[in-house]
Structures are given as structure tokens and as C-alpha cells.
């Protein structure tokens, strides 16, 4: 079982280049976040989305946007990358409320 | 706004022993769930338990299980007979509404001594 899938694992921007991450659940999952780790500090929230159709902010949007392509593929993209943007990108899915929540492998991005 | 902290930034502990990490979170709500996460080396994030507020008994699985005190707002876990596959970053999480969305603490170093 793949469980959550994100691409690429690691990438290496300048700044002002833009990318995409990308992450696809085969969990049949409702419910899908992306969300940033930086170091002393927890994963923070970026976006969320949850249902297919439907994406919301989540606490640290700013600079990114996201897409719920369909019900498996949830995408967060960063149109001018800045070094600030510089972190661990995690996205997570989730079938229900009372239900945990599922991470992918996380995608390392350094921004030079 | 909820918060969640973790005011132990690394534990260590040896080998067979049991170490405890704390976590306190502020809220105005009755009805949350609360999480523990591992991550080891590998990055990955590994649920290890969970406890629902409006269940009184303390969640367990295996070796870790948890003291919930809803009065205090505070969730501790327990890990007994350490072992060296435990160490790892541990975050505690809280749900914040119906739709599933996670609040973290800045996560305690668990490193574990042979």
C-alpha cells in the first residue's frame, strides 16, 4: 500500500523560481492538508483541503497556493520562492472527522 | 487560538527504562482529539496513539499509554521498557475542529542510551 505519495523528495530552488510539490493519496481520502516543518518548531499548517472541490487556509498561507486536482491529488505551489520558504513540506490525508491523520515522506526544499 | 506545547526540548533515557514527555494545550472547547507523533530519522510521521476528551480512561498501545487530565489540559505519555528504536522527535497534536486540522507542539528529542 502506498499510503501518501509526494514528489520530489528533495529540490533546490533559486529565488523567484516557482514549483510545484505534489501529493496523491490511494486511500480513497476525503480530507487532505499540506503542511511545513522548520526546525524548534512543529508542523504548521499551509492549507487545507476538505473535501475534493474545497481548499481553506490554514495558519501560514502566505506564498503558496494550492489545487485539489481530484479526490487522490492535492498540490501546493510556490510562485516566487523565497528563502523564508525554506523547510520540510508535509502532506497529510485523513477519511473522516474522528479519524487520524496520514503523512507522506515529507519533500525537503532549500531555497538559495 | 489553541495552542500546544511541549516545554521538554530532548528526554533521555536508557534502555528498558520509561521516560515521560509532557504536553499542555490551551483551549475553550469540550469535545477534541488529542495525538502523539513520531518521527524518527527517516522523517516519516508515525501515529503512536491517540485519546479522544470525552473518554475518561487513558489511552494505551503497548509500551506507551498516556495520562490525560482534561481539568489541567494536559497529555502526557509514557514510554516504558525503552527501547532503541523509540528514539526519535515525538510530537504532541491537537485536533481543532471538524475538519481534522492538527495543532503542533515544537516536539521533544527522545534519545535513548544503551
Known amino acids: 500500500n502506498a499510503g501518501v505519495t509526494q514528489t520530489p523528495k528533495f529540490q533546490v530552488l533559486k529565488t523567484g523560481q516557482s514549483m510545484t510539490l505534489q501529493c496523491a493519496q490511494d486511500?480513497?481520502?476525503?480530507?487532505m492538508y499540506w503542511y511545513r516543518q522548520d526546525p524548534g518548531m512543529g508542523l504548521r499548517l499551509i492549507y487545507y483541503?476538505?473535501?475534493?472541490?474545497?481548499?481553506d487556509k490554514g495558519e501560514v498561507p502566505n506564498g503558496y497556493n494550492v489545487s485539489r486536482l481530484n479526490k487522490r491529488e492535492f498540490s501546493l505551489r510556490l510562485e516566487s520562492a523565497a528563502p523564508s520558504q525554506t523547510s520540510v513540506y508535509f502532506c497529510?490525508?485523513?477519511?473522516?472527522?474522528?479519524?487520524?491523520?496520514?503523512f507522506g515522506d515529507g519533500t525537503r526544499l532549500s531555497i538559495l | 487560538a489553541q495552542t500546544v506545547t511541549q516545554s521538554q526540548p530532548e528526554m533521555s533515557v536508557q534502555e528498558a527504562e520509561t521516560v515521560t514527555l509532557s504536553c499542555t494545550y490551551d483551549?475553550?472547547?469540550?469535545?477534541?482529539?488529542l495525538f502523539w507523533y513520531k518521527q524518527p530519522p527517516s522523517r516519516q510521521m508515525i501515529l503512536v496513539i491517540r485519546?479522544?476528551?470525552?473518554?475518561?480512561q487513558n489511552a494505551t498501545e503497548n509500551r506507551f499509554s498516556v495520562n490525560f487530565q482534561k481539568a489541567a489540559k494536559s497529555f502526557s505519555l509514557k514510554i516504558s521498557d525503552s527501547q532503541l528504536g523509540d528514539a526519535a522527535m515525538y510530537f504532541c497534536?491537537?485536533?481543532?475542529?471538524?475538519?481534522?486540522?492538527?495543532?503542533f507542539g515544537a516536539g521533544t528529542q527522545v534519545v535513548v542510551t544503551p
Open positions: 485519546q479522544e476528551a470525552y473518554k475518561q
Open positions: 483551549t475553550s472547547e469540550s469535545d477534541y482529539y
Open positions: 497534536a491537537y485536533k481543532t475542529d471538524s475538519w481534522g486540522k492538527l495543532q
Open positions: 486511500m480513497n481520502h476525503n480530507s
Open positions: 497529510a490525508s485523513k477519511i473522516a472527522s474522528n479519524q487520524p491523520q496520514h
Open positions: 483541503s476538505a473535501s475534493e472541490g474545497t481548499t
